[in-house]
């Protein structure tokens, strides 16, 4: 059995898809594809695809994951084309490699979200995100099906900060061009209980009183394995390809002159 492991986007309107949706239409795509996938056991068998820490609905991403096994080895980058070809424009398969290494969900540690503020001031957005980080607890309010849950949404993140320029991934057509804006760079460690964007938003509020006169336009531009000593953020398939580069630099290197 061969496993393959796909990273792919949430662009545009196809943000607000839901990660339900997204499988429906993943798995319509193995079938246009014509992927020769391995099933599950049991009364219904579903395709063997695991998804890893999908971004929320409504935020956009450069950066999710999944994996999925076949039953005959495919080369991933064709695999890739055919499978991004049998998918709508926005979610874009843009990455593939054959899985050789254990763990990927173990990899995905950290995220890193950019955060679109129209019709806020660069200058109010850096004092809030200096009165942020000054903080030692941010506590903040999420409703869950629990109930109403109060936790600490400061410890969670490693990095924030005002970029210079306005460069941004969110979708032109969504973006006001004639008010202020502020662009904001989260580094947030995969915590339980999680903090999402939204979380640091709303502890902005709190610390700062900063509320964004429309809602933020949020994506994930990447996620993977966090490196506590460049507080950066890793590629989670580098192992894969390492491990795959391995065989021919052994063979390269023992092949007579």
Known sequence: MQRIRLRYTKRGRLRFTSHRDFQRAFER?????????????GFTPHPKVSYANAAPT???????YLE?????????????VLLDESLPPGLDIVDAVEARTSGLADRLTAS??????????????????????AAGTVEVQ?????????????????????????????????????????ILRLVVRHVTPAVRP???????????????PVPA????????????????????LAPDREAAEAPRAAAAATAPA
């Open 198 to 212: 939204d979380d640091v938003l709303s502890g902005l509020r709190a610390v700062a009183d900063l509320a964004p």
């Open 58 to 64: 409504g935020t956009g991403s450069e950066a999710e």
């Open 217 to 236: 336009a949020v994506t994930r531009l990447a996620q993977g394995l966090f490196d506590e000593e460049t507080g950066t953020v890793t590629d989670p």
């Open 142 to 182: 999420r409703t869950t099906k629990n109930g109403v849950r109060t936790f600490d949404a400061r410890s969670a993140v490693a990095d924030l900060d005002l970029r210079a320029d306005l460069e941004t991934h969110s979708d032109p057509a969504d973006r006001p061009t004639d008010q202020p804006c502020a």
């Open 29 to 41: 795509a193995l079938r246009r594809a014509e992927v020769p996938m391995a099933y599950s056991a």
């Open 112 to 133: 890193v979200w950019e955060l679109r503020l129209d019709g806020v001031a660069p200058e109010d957005a850096e004092r809030a995100v200096a009165a942020f980080k």
């Open 68 to 80: 999925i096994a076949l039953t005959e080895a495919r080369d991933p980058e064709k695999l890739r």
